[in-house]
């Protein structure tokens, strides 16, 4: 189910709290939910992925987002909880695009290359043309 772009970031669609126990055997170390609560009828909400993160020894984090679009805040949180955790983390939200693009984001932010990021995301099936120049400037190349 999940969508590796490298040994340390993964990206999903909606996972369920029963899945939680095959990603840490999987050797996922924590998770970030970039889903907003309520966002399409019967989504597990972020307290049972939570409480399923930590009965399985997840580290768990929240960084909702809406289709609209990203804020500097989700960027900058993103970066702070990718930064805090040793151990590869799942990012997961609707279909898995969001959480890929607030990954390039934060990644951007904190210096990575464009270009290395867009093939990475391309890897895992993900189109990043469209946040090409937020990330550039993000980056400052």
Not at 48 to 53: C, D, S
Not at 116 to 133: F, H, N, T
Request: proline share 8%; with cysteine.
């Amino acid at each position: 189910m999940p969508n590796k772009i490298d040994d340390r970031i993964s990206v999903a669609p909606q996972i369920r709290p029963e899945d939680v126990p095959a990603l840490a055997a999987a050797g996922f170390v924590h998770i970030i939910n970039n889903r907003p609560e309520g966002e399409e009828f019967g989504q597990p909400t972020g307290a049972q992925i939570a409480e399923a993160a930590e009965a399985a020894g997840l580290g768990y984090t929240e960084i909702p987002v809406t289709p609209g679009g990203f804020s500097m805040a989700q960027v900058e949180a993103m970066a702070e909880a990718l930064a805090s955790v040793d151990g590869p983390v799942l990012a997961y939200c609707r279909s898995g695009t969001r959480s890929c693009n607030l990954w390039a984001l934060a990644t951007a932010y904190k210096g990575g290359q464009p270009d290395e990021l867009v093939a990475k995301s391309a890897g895992a099936g993900y189109d990043l043309s469209g946040i090409r120049p937020a990330l550039a400037q993000l980056s400052g190349k």
